[in-house]
């Protein structure tokens, strides 16, 4: 919490960011505690990802395709018909892999939602692989991202001149020495997953 100092070996920041991210992901039941609808509606995580490793789009528009669970076939992300779209599993869909530098690939394989590949990024970071480089206890690492979900409030919102918003108080907040050098980017994008994953964006 913002009134605990937890000690960090300088520039191992990163560790206890990837070992949080491995709690909330592994250790607990994510459906329970991270906010599902933002995640399929305002994230990429149901984007499903080619062989190639890039988003499979839709050959004409090039818009990224998901998994529609009720109809059982892939669709554009922004199908107003897609209610469920998958965030876990394996399909077998067609579309195109475009990469970084324009190359088009027609793909008809075997696809999976980014969420599924973001779990399986962070399942070796346990808070025990994280503490034998941090110097934080793997104990502390399960503590703070226990209270990081209850803070979430996931699921509550708030009302600010008669509109309803989604009221997520948490935060984590980088500093400079953080951010900047090595270690830097992985920090930034921790961060910035946690916050994904309970709506606090």
């Known amino acids: 919490g913002a009134a605990e100092w937890v000690p960090i070996r300088p520039k191992t920041d990163a560790a206890v960011l990837f070992a949080l991210l491995h709690v909330v992901l592994h250790e607990h039941d ?17 984007y499903l990802v080619g062989p190639g490793g890039w988003y499979l789009r839709d050959p004409e528009t090039r818009r990224p395709l ?4 009720d109809r059982e076939r ?5 199908d107003p018909a897609c209610r469920r779209p998958a965030l876990e599993g394996a399909y077998i869909a067609a579309g195109v ?3 970084a530098d324009g190359a088009t690939r027609t793909v ?13 990024h962070v399942a070796p970071y346990t808070p025990e692989w994280a503490a034998a480089i941090a110097d934080v206890p793997a104990a502390t690492i399960r503590r703070l991202a226990a209270e990081y979900l209850a803070h979430a409030r996931v699921g509550s919102t708030i009302e600010i001149e008669g509109v309803s918003y989604p009221h997520r108080p948490v935060a984590v907040l980088l ?8 270690g830097g980017y992985e920090c930034c994008w921790a961060r910035t997953v946690l916050a994904a994953l309970v709506g606090a964006l």
Request: aromatic content about 12%; hydrophobic content about 45%.
């Open 30 to 46: 994510w459906r329970g505690v991270c906010d599902v609808p933002f995640l399929e509606r305002m994230t990429a995580s149901p």
């Open 66 to 69: 998901v998994w529609d669970l």
């Open 74 to 78: 892939a669709v554009p992300f922004d």
């Open 97 to 99: 892999e475009v990469g």
């Open 108 to 120: 008809a394989d075997r696809v999976r939602p980014a969420f599924a590949l973001l779990r399986e």
């Open 175 to 182: 500093g400079k020495t953080v951010t900047n050098g090595w």
